[in-house]
């Protein structure tokens, strides 16, 4: 006679206690591979809270380092900068400007928690007056005529001491030219971590209002992803290392958790996941309504985005997990 799994198997005996569950846990979460993104903005003594993002602030270089120096003291990681000019033009100049926010910010953060990682995003939809990611050339966003402003935005970071650049316009051939610059300028050891599979997601949405990126017209469906094309992201994924990167991201991440497990799957190099603005928000709105317990929301969120394979989490939740995991 067959023997019947039940009652031999019983899977709840493992699930018994929390020291039970805990020796048989598979994935484990580490503030030490959280980023938490950060917005520099112009002027002293500046921490105006973000309406859609409760929690964040854009901050004033000197408010900003004693962010750093807290997010560094428990333990986090790493951080993403993310600018606010004083003004914007057509060319991005702001961008790429030796003098301009995130560089300042950078060289701050850097003297002031050495040991803190400092990544940069590198991208133009903050600096041009249009808030597109690029130039515009004949009403379009011209890919080519980008990669220069793209290059010189990196070498700026590096030279005031980024210890990782991340593009996430989503041109064709950045990553190739921006390690070609990082080369040619003498930051050869800077890696460049690609947000390779980045969709156009409405998800975004909290994000612009915070960086006031928001482009006035169109959207940014030509450069970025198609949500439902996972087959493309694997190959834009396989370009940018073929291009230099050092690290691939997928971002949104809970949406796309198919594609951490990929990438994961299939590539030898540390995945990133962006936790982005409208995930967090999502998740601390249901919270402010009594529909969801913030803190447990956010642990499964981010051991969602772990377990699906991601070794890096970029995540506004930062801290507070970090806190939860002390
Ligand atoms: C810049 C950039 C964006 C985000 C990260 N880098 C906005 C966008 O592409 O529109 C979004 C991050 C978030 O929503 O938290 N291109």
């Known amino acids: 006679m067959r023997t019947v799994p039940f009652p031999i198997h019983r899977k709840r005996r493992l699930r018994v206690s929390e020291p039970m569950r805990s020796l048989v846990r598979e994935t484990h979460l580490e503030p030490s591979q959280f980023v938490l993104p950060l917005f520099a903005c112009p002027g002293e003594g500046v921490r105006k809270e973000i309406s859609s993002m409760p929690g964040n602030f854009q901050l004033s270089i000197d408010e900003l380092v004693k962010e750093c120096e807290a997010t560094f003291s428990l333990g986090v990681g790493g951080v993403i900068l993310f600018g606010i000019p004083d003004a914007k033009d057509d060319l991005a100049s702001g961008a790429y400007d030796e003098n301009g926010i995130v560089q300042r910010a950078v060289r701050a953060v850097k003297s002031a928690v050495p040991r ?134 997928v971002k949104p991440a809970m949406p796309y958790l198919d594609l951490i497990r990929m990438a994961r799957d299939r590539f030898p190099v540390p995945i990133g996941a962006y936790q982005v603005s409208g995930e967090f928000s999502m998740i601390v709105a249901a919270a402010r309504n009594g529909w969801l317990d913030l803190d447990r929301a956010m642990m499964e969120s981010l051991t969602s985005i772990r377990r699906a394979g991601a070794d890096i989490i970029l995540t506004y939740f930062a801290k507070d997990a970090a806190r939860v995991l002390a």
């Open 116 to 249: 803190l990682i400092v990544i940069t995003d590198v991208c133009n939809c903050e600096y041009t007056s249009h808030g597109h990611c690029g130039k515009i050339v004949n009403g379009e966003v011209d890919n080519d005529a980008t990669l220069g402003w793209l290059a010189a935005a990196a070498v700026s970071h590096a030279r005031a001491g980024a210890d990782i650049v991340a593009p996430s316009d989503m041109m064709d051939g950045r990553v190739a030219a921006i390690r070609h610059s990082l080369d040619e300028y003498g930051f050869a050891n800077t890696p460049i971590l690609a947000y390779a599979a980045k969709f156009a997601s409405v998800f975004y949405g909290p994000f612009r209002e915070a960086a006031e990126s928001t482009p006035q017209f169109g959207d940014r469906r030509s450069y970025q992803m198609d949500p439902p094309n996972a087959r493309e992201a694997m190959h834009e994924m396989e370009l940018d290392l073929e291009e230099g990167a050092d690290m691939l991201m």
